[in-house]
């Protein structure tokens, strides 16, 4: 089992910048595929962006594409969401998980979410 925990949560306006951060500890011996996901209010969770644990690869939804940027430091066995030009629309709780690839069909781990509000 691992465990995950996000912070770097806030309000921000529009166009602004904010970096999440999520620790994990446990069984991180383990070379976990990492992934950031996101839900609002009355949608489903959505996969925002993923990295495998070499950083190497990485992956994106097209809707972040360009704004945010995964990436991660496996001696602090943290991941981290850059994310700039926010939009309301991205306005949800975030979520980090590990799994073994960036399919992410059966998620090792979740994190329990950090809120993110940008206002217009």
């Known amino acids: 089992q691992v465990l995950l925990v996000e912070s770097g949560g806030g309000l921000v306006q529009a166009g602004g910048s904010l970096r999440l951060s999520c620790a994990a500890s446990?069984?991180?011996?383990?070379?976990?595929?990492m992934g950031w996901f996101r839900q609002a209010p009355g949608k489903e969770r959505e996969f925002v962006a993923g990295?495998?644990?070499?950083?190497?690869?990485?992956d994106y939804s097209d809707s972040v594409k360009g704004r945010f940027t995964i990436s991660r430091d496996n001696d602090k066995n943290t991941v981290y969401l850059q994310m700039d030009s926010l939009k309301p629309e991205d306005t949800a709780v975030y979520y980090c998980?590990?799994?073994?690839?960036?399919?992410?069909?059966?998620?090792?781990?979740w994190g329990q979410g950090t809120q993110v509000t940008v206002s217009s």
């Open positions: 998980a590990a799994d073994l690839d960036m399919k992410f069909v059966t998620p090792i781990g």
């Open positions: 446990g069984r991180t011996r383990i070379r976990y595929t």
């Open positions: 990295i495998t644990w070499s950083g190497y690869s990485t």
